[in-house]
């Protein structure tokens, strides 16, 4: 089955600074590859997601690559704000099983 | 457009008792994920149904968790008995699931204290 790998498991930036949240997969017939934020108590939220045809996807502050070859890919949060300290968790989907595995989540905590 | 509906919120019992989840998906969502998420950890799936019927339950502790979906519509998960490592947030999820359009929407969950 596939394997999400997810680092780091906390990222600590100062408020401003980028955040950079990387992953690796196993299964090459993964095809889709959705970001969550779950702040605490709450439920996972979509913030962005990157098909596999695509090399790279932008959303204001928020931005997501993906290396198809190298089976990787990455969060990028520029202008980082306290708003944004959550747990963020990287996923693959194979739309061949319909499976959706996490990562094991990135805390990340941007002072102020 | 209503989300994924989860009860309850919160449920503490003793370890080797019963419990049981609910959750209603989002109006013609025909896949419809039950995900285990322990503290500090990645949501782990349980089951996924495609419409009444069971597409993976590979990790899913059968001599304790069922799950079922009998209209296709809502679902039930129970543990019986419960034990102390069971203690997580139970995340119900829906999603179309047809190519192109694989978003996952969550429900709140339902957060389990084994004691």
């Known amino acids: 089955g596939e394997n999400v790998e997810q680092h780091p498991s906390t990222l600590s930036v100062q408020e401003g600074d980028s955040a950079v949240i990387k992953c690796t997969y196993s299964?090459?017939?993964?095809?889709?590859f959705p970001w969550y934020k779950q702040e605490l108590g709450k439920r996972p939220q979509l913030i962005i997601d990157?098909?596999?045809?695509?090399g790279e996807k932008k959303d204001q502050r928020i931005a997501v690559t993906l290396n198809k070859t190298a089976k990787h890919f990455s969060l990028h949060i520029t202008e980082t704000q306290p708003e944004d300290s959550a747990v963020y968790f990287c996923?693959?989907?194979?739309?061949?099983?319909?499976?959706?595995?996490f990562g094991g989540g990135t805390r990340l905590m941007v002072k102020p | 457009e209503a989300g994924v509906a989860q009860s309850p919120r919160y449920k503490i019992i003793e370890k080797r008792q019963s419990v049981a989840f609910w959750c209603n998906p989002i109006s013609g969502h025909a896949t419809l994920y039950w995900y285990q998420q322990i503290l500090g950890q990645g949501p782990k799936l349980l089951i996924q149904f495609q419409n009444n019927g069971v597409v993976d339950d590979s990790q899913l502790p059968k001599d304790r968790f069922s799950a079922e979906r009998l209209k296709g519509v809502d679902s039930t998960l129970k543990i019986q008995p419960a034990k102390l490592e069971d203690s997580a947030v139970y995340l119900c999820?829906?999603?179309?699931?047809?190519?192109?359009?694989?978003?996952?929407?969550f429900g709140s969950g339902t957060q389990l204290s084994v004691l």
């Open positions: 299964d090459s017939a993964s095809n889709y």
């Open positions: 990157i098909r596999s045809n695509v």
């Open positions: 999820a829906s999603s179309l699931n047809r190519q192109g359009d694989e978003k996952l929407f």
């Open positions: 996923a693959a989907f194979n739309n061949a099983g319909n499976m959706l595995t």
